[in-house]
């Protein structure tokens, strides 16, 4: 058996207890206000019956489990390249469910060509930045990790980062990149001992601490001027309106009505409408 099942509580038997601490809310300072345990979900790039990706994925989710996590992870088998199916499809709905329900990710690729793998892709790009008001991957922690057949290589968690980036995630600075990768896991997919292992160790931690101290916090840390235009144009042409800044057909600010205004200094010319 290759893969373990839910909750991920197959055991450790790589970790040194001595050294193991369980990240918690007392420890962080946090104020008690979410009861629920984090919940993470993990994506991984393969399909292949014996994945590399897919051990390091299970590897992240027993730790994550340990340290007190709701573990998640989704399988991309089935899954429609973007485009090529409507999002109302099982497998894309499930996915898009699952990252609203989550506080942080894992996303774990095989190095291919250099980059991330197309199972990867495929999976993010199936995510949209938002779907009416809600946002499937605003504000969660990510945490990114690799596997690669050759030498030590970053250019999928590197990859990994800027799409964390573009779905505006909170990345994590640390990272796993597991090389040789076929040395690294036994004949039952379990990681062996070793300082890639402790790294995994050092990721999920890392990931559990930062969890912890964003999610309650999410939507303020993301919470965005220009959004908030956005979602409330009919009130700020009521406060434009009141303040005497639009035209008379209604369509918006007049640049005139600043360039008469001087700056605080009294410089006539001076002010935003002089630039």
Known sequence: MDKPLPPYTDGLPNLSP????????????????????????????????????????????????????????????????????PAEHPKVQALRQLSIWSEGQVWVSPERHGTLTGVMKAQIDWLPLSEGSVRPTQGRTLAVMQVSG???????????????????????????????????????????????YDRVVDVCEELMRFTLLTRERADRLVDRYSERKEREPERLKAVAAEIGFTRSDGSGVQASTFAAVPDSAGAPGSGPGSA
């Open 150 to 196: 050759g030498s030590q290589s970053f250019n999928a968690v590197n990859a990994l980062r800027v799409l964390g980036r573009w779905m505006r995630m909170i990345t994590i600075p640390n990272q796993s990149s597991v090389p040789m990768a076929y040395q690294e896991f036994d004949a039952d997919g379990r990681m062996r001992p070793g300082p890639l």
């Open 18 to 85: 001595a050294h193991f601490v369980v990240p918690t809310s007392r420890d962080l300072g946090l104020d008690a206000g979410f009861t629920h345990p984090p919940r993470f979900l993990i994506l991984y790039g393969s399909l292949r019956p014996r994945s590399f990706s897919r051990f390091l994925a299970h590897e992240a989710a027993r730790l994550l489990t340990t340290m007190g996590g709701e573990v998640r992870i989704f399988d991309a088998d089935g899954l429609p390249l973007p485009d090529d199916a």
